[in-house]
């Protein structure tokens, strides 16, 4: 019961107050939760994984050793077949190239010898009237080309096919032509990395290439640290700009100070000048009075 004499609006006013100090506590609690939740993400997630590799890797020592042994022979057969389908065990030049896109100086400069013609004849650095043969040109974009180019098939898998350098722009009966090739690639490559993940997926990852499982189970340490980095540049840079507000507002509090000191200084003298200008009239006044008393 509201007591008599109170209006009806103020218990209102206070539910509402209250209602949005409670939306605000609860606010910040979750935001907060939420910042330590993804700290401390990428750390739980790769410690989980590191304990299911070391489970994997117990179980698959201990207990399951004639299954091991099949495996293992599966898994040599495996990367001895897929083997043109990975990249070389050199980080830096075995990565695949982007076929449609220059290359940068550090591949021109490592490049295989086997590799430098068809290079060459791609890119059209030199004058060479004869171009690989098919099988050749197939296999370099097996080998070498991203995996894109390879899944999707297009323009790089058609100028490899006819047999045109990079510059080329396929005309739309050649287009036509090289398709049912596409197509057939595309299911290819398609289907044996369906089979490749589905053979990994049911032996716990024993049969996947060496690439997969690096790509999977392993961290980037370089990205992480540029992360790290760039967390760290957008708190300097908030803080920065909480710094320059707060730089704002000294200064604008600085001025109104000035504003009022000015004002005061100029009252104060204006009350002094208003004096002396009293003080004046009363000198002349008291010099008028006694020139007309001696006048008298």
């Not at 097996?142 to 899944?151: A, E, L, Y």
């Not at 297009?154 to 287009?175: A, Q």
């Not at 957008?234 to 710094?243: I, V």
Request: net charge neutral.
């Amino acid at each position: 019961e509201v007591p008599s004499g109170v209006p009806q609006w103020i218990p209102y006013f206070y539910a509402f107050i209250m209602l949005i100090l409670l939306l605000n506590i609860i606010i910040a609690v979750v935001v907060h939760e939420f910042e330590d939740v993804v700290n401390e993400s990428e750390l739980t997630f790769w410690s989980d994984r590191l304990v299911i590799v070391n489970e994997l890797d117990f179980c698959s020592g201990t207990h399951c050793s004639s299954f091991t042994s099949f495996l293992s022979l599966i898994h040599g057969k495996d990367q001895g077949w897929c083997k043109n389908w990975l990249p070389k065990s050199d980080e830096k030049f075995g990565k695949r190239m982007d076929l449609n896109l220059f290359l940068e100086n550090w591949i021109w400069d490592g490049m295989a010898t086997k590799d430098e013609f068809f290079l060459h004849w791609w890119y059209g650095r030199k004058d060479i009237a004869e171009k690989p043969i098919l099988v050749e040109r197939l296999k370099f974009f097996i080998s070498n080309s991203t995996f894109k180019d390879i899944f999707i098939p297009s323009t790089v898998f058609e100028n490899i096919f006819l047999g045109y350098n990079r510059s080329h722009r396929s005309k739309k009966y050649e287009k036509m032509s090289v398709f049912p090739f596409s197509i057939i690639l595309m299911i290819a490559s398609n289907a044996l990395f369906a089979i490749i993940f589905i053979s990994g997926w049911l032996s716990f990852g024993f049969l996947w290439p060496r690439i997969m499982k690096k790509e999977l189970f392993s961290v980037d340490s370089v990205e992480i640290d540029k992360r790290g980095i760039t967390c760290e540049v957008t708190k300097s840079s908030t803080q920065f700009d909480a710094t320059k507000e707060d730089i704002g507002k000294i200064m604008v509090e600085n001025n109104d100070l000035k504003k009022k000191i000015r004002k005061v200084t100029e009252k104060a003298e204006n009350n002094n000048m208003k004096r002396e200008i009293f003080e004046m009239r009363k000198e002349i006044q008291e010099i008028l009075s006694k020139i007309n008393s001696s006048t008298r």
